[in-house]
């Protein structure tokens, strides 16, 4: 097994599992819990039969928190959105390959934009695509389910996927993050972390339990995977 990466991996709480009536309040709460990132999930209705933050949201959300936005862009066609996350503050904007014809000019249309570029692979995504980009990538997103809800169940083998991802960046030489969405609980982060992963997004494991509990949440996820 690979085991390259950091291991205390960066938690990047999914704001889509908090209370969107008091979103400014949730994103400060991350904060205070020691939150490393918030992210941000977008869904379109259209790639992701699911429909959520648009960009306006993102820029009444910015001055709650420095942390980064780290904003996971579940749209097709993408390439029109980008300017408008990144003017609303997103630090990192990641796509799938499936988002537009062109991923390629796209990965450096965000880095253009000043973010960090983010390629985010589907289950049944091969990791092909990696290969083809990894020079313009500074994150890699494996999907452990299939986009669009939240609180769906880890699929197991994400973990075979996630080392293969590892083994690609790390044959490229590439110091891109390796992150890992869906269904991560303490349960599993040990093992993403020691397939090589570095970030760990989790909705409703951090939220359970309300704003008391987002710490302890977050520890248990540090904790696991240490
Ligand atoms: O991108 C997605 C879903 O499409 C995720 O970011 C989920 O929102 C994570 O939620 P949990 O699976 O941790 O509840
Ligand atoms: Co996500």
């Given amino acids: 097994m690979t085991q390259t990466a950091a291991t205390a991996p960066l938690i990047c709480p999914s704001i889509l599992a908090s209370d969107f009536s008091r979103l400014g309040e949730e994103i400060r709460a991350l904060e ?20 959520t933050i648009g960009p306006d949201v993102v820029k009444a959300l910015r001055p709650h928190t420095s942390l980064p936005f780290d904003v996971h862009l579940m749209v097709a066609p993408v390439d029109n959105w980008l300017e408008a996350y990144r003017a609303a ?16 000019r796209t990965l450096g249309h965000i880095r253009q934009l000043g973010a960090k570029a983010g390629l985010v692979f589907n289950p049944a995504t091969p990791l092909s695509v ?18 669009g809800f939240g609180g769906q169940k880890f699929i197991e083998t994400s973990l075979r996927k996630i080392e293969r991802a590892r083994a690609i960046l790390d044959r490229a030489g590439s110091r891109a993050h390796l992150q890992v969405d869906g269904g991560v609980v303490a349960a599993n982060a040990g093992a993403c972390v020691a397939a090589g992963a570095d970030a760990l997004v989790a909705g409703s494991f951090v939220f359970k339990g309300g704003p008391d509990a987002y710490a302890a949440n977050i520890q248990a996820l540090k904790a696991a995977a240490a």
Avoid: K, Q, R, Y
């Fill in 32 to 51: 205070a819990a020691g939150a490393d990132w918030i992210h941000v999930d977008v869904m379109d209705g259209h790639f992701v039969p699911n429909l």
């Fill in 89 to 104: 503050g997103a630090d990192i904007m990641s796509v799938h390959p499936e988002s537009g014809p062109h991923v390629h």
């Fill in 130 to 147: 990696l290969e083809e980009a990894v020079e313009l990538v500074d994150l890699v997103l494996i999907m452990s389910v299939n986009p």
